[in-house]
């Protein structure tokens, strides 16, 4: 059993943790589901006591189980020496629990509620009746049902609420709370509208995993320039974006350093139905590699996703060739921004006459802009990257889709747009006037289209990529204003690309 410190250290009254992207960064009220555990003594008297630096204020029971009739029998009464004697409550809390059939290991659930700093105080009796619609969405305590688990709301500040629940019924079955995190979410949506709190859109699953904050004191501990998962995504990006297939995509991994491991089918062994990177320098307190998955790093990079990319859809271009060892670069790099940018410039004007009926052919136009931007940014910032690589991620959150339906006919400007993004990807850095100058012109016209699929992603009530594509487009306009009062650009080229070897290494791990 947890001891009562360790219960209080994990579920502290800081910001809510939000792990792994589940819980936007925007968001007005954020329900968290914090980790379950067994000691629910220990919890409310975390609840009900000062704090870990006396910031509760008048800790008290906002709402319960039993109703608002029998709160003041259920608080728990002060002791002499000022503290709250919660054994009562915890009792009466664990009750069905000892009598359950089947009760759980860990039986303890427990969320916490918490406004926007821009919203107003709410009374009690709001967050009583926010909290009763908490444990219904969720479903450990659904609205009408006098047998649901026992639970309590506790308020000891004036922003947020804390939800303690026992999960076994008072009829002694067990409630296993599937998909809670996402249920409080919609819920959360709902109240905003109803309390006319700070209001954001529901989560669309388009953000990429964030790191933790292992990783995080990892990277400080090893004085590594950048977080190992962000590299890597923004390596697997710009590789992606380049790839003309499968075997071009591992190649050009593999010669910029980074290791692949490939993931066959358990029924057909031949059949690679995954992938998974990692770098030479980072490893695990045993020596073995730590891997990402595609799908660790961004939603659109599995394997699925990047083989639905390389498709060729109906009416496309010839791909191009971006290992051709014989073309010039030096010498045709301006031209590659120029058509660029016209096939970026016609693509703003398509965004602009569009309605958000097309969804599919916006999403591969979006997709293919995000594609010119991520390789623009290697050619202008090389791997390290820079402001304009930031602007590339924040683009492409707003140009992602969690379900995709291939379109009919492309329009042209997204077929010039993916033959240009591989293009570009071959030409290596900048290296005089004017190519910068060139290239600059293609980020003002992608600003362009930022502003015009922000317009849209609005009218899908896409609210949290409409924000990621205005964040983007002012990002490249100020990089634009801020790159014409530079001197030449950098003059050393990158190296030329390494080609590609046919087919795919065979092993676990390339």
């Known amino acids: 059993m947890a001891q009562p410190r360790r219960q209080t250290v994990r579920t502290g009254d800081r910001q809510p943790r ?40 008048n800790p008290r029971l906002v709402a319960a189980w039993s109703g608002p009739d029998y709160l003041s029998s259920l608080a728990p009464p002060l002791r002499p020496s000022g503290r709250h004697d919660v054994r009562n409550l915890a009792r009466l809390l664990e009750q069905p629990v000892r009598a359950g059939r089947n009760p759980p290991q860990k039986f303890v659930w427990h969320a916490s509620v918490r406004n926007h700093i821009t919203d107003r105080i709410l009374s009690d009796s709001q967050w009583a009746h926010i909290a009763t619609e908490m444990v219904a969405a969720v479903g450990i305590a659904p609205h009408g049902d006098p047998d ?24 002694g079955a067990t409630v296993w709370a599937w998909n809670e995190r996402l249920k409080a979410q919609t819920a959360a949506r709902d109240l905003e509208q109803r309390y006319g709190l700070h209001q ?5 699953r388009t953000s990429h995993r964030r790191p933790t904050a292992a990783e995080q004191n990892k990277t400080r501990r090893q004085r590594r320039p950048e977080i190992p998962r962000d590299r890597l995504r923004r390596e697997v990006r710009a590789t992606a974006a380049a790839a003309t297939d499968e075997n ?23 059949e690679v139905t995954g992938y998974a990177v990692g770098l030479p320098d980072h490893r695990t307190s045993t020596g073995d590699t730590v891997w990402y998955g595609g799908g660790r790093l961004a939603p659109d990079l599995t394997l699925p996703q990047l083989r639905r990319r390389w498709e060729p859809g109906p009416g496309t271009m010839p791909r191009v060739n ?10 045709y790099r301006s031209t590659v921004f120029r058509q660029a940018t016209a096939a970026a410039d016609e693509g703003a004007h398509h965004l602009a006459a569009q309605r958000d009926t097309d969804e599919d052919g916006i999403a ?14 290697r050619a202008f910032e090389g791997r390290k990257g820079g402001p304009l690589t930031n602007a590339s991620e924040t683009f492409d959150r707003a140009a992602r889709e969690t379900h995709w339906r291939h379109p009919g006919r492309l329009h042209p400007a997204t077929i010039q747009l993916r033959s240009m993004s591989r293009l570009i990807s071959t030409v290596g850095r900048l290296t005089n006037e004017d190519d910068a100058v060139a290239a600059l012109q293609l980020v003002l016209r992608l600003s362009m289209i930022a502003d015009n699929l922000a317009n849209l992603r609005d009218a899908q009530k896409r609210i949290h990529q409409a924000q990621a ?19 030449a650009v950098q003059r050393t080229a990158a190296p030329p690309p390494t080609p590609p070897r046919q087919g795919y290494p065979k092993g676990r791990a390339v």
């Not at 954001?200 to 669309?204: C, F, H, I, M, S």
């Not at 971006?322 to 010498?331: E, F, L, S, V, Y």
């Open 248 to 270: 071009d995509f591992i190649s050009r991994l593999q010669a910029a350093g980074v290791l692949v491991r490939l993931r066959y089918s358990t029924i057909h062994p031949d």
């Open 469 to 487: 594509a205005r964040q983007a487009a002012e990002s490249l306009r100020a990089i634009t204003e801020a790159s014409r009062s530079l001197p």
């Open 364 to 377: 591969a136009l979006a997709e293919a802009a995000a594609d010119v931007l991520a390789s623009t940014a």
């Open 322 to 331: 971006a290992q051709d060892p014989g073309r010039p670069r030096h010498q």
């Open 18 to 57: 939000r792990r792994r992207g589940r819980y936007p960064p925007e968001a007005a009220l954020i329900p968290a589901i914090h980790p379950r555990g067994t000691n629910i003594s220990g919890l409310l008297r975390y609840l009900f006591g000062p704090g870990k630096n006396e910031e509760h204020v």
């Open 148 to 171: 649901a688990v026992r639970w309590v709301a506790v308020r000891h500040a004036h922003d947020h609420i804390h939800i303690v629940a026992t999960l076994v019924r008072q009829d």
């Open 200 to 204: 954001v859109g529901p989560v669309d």
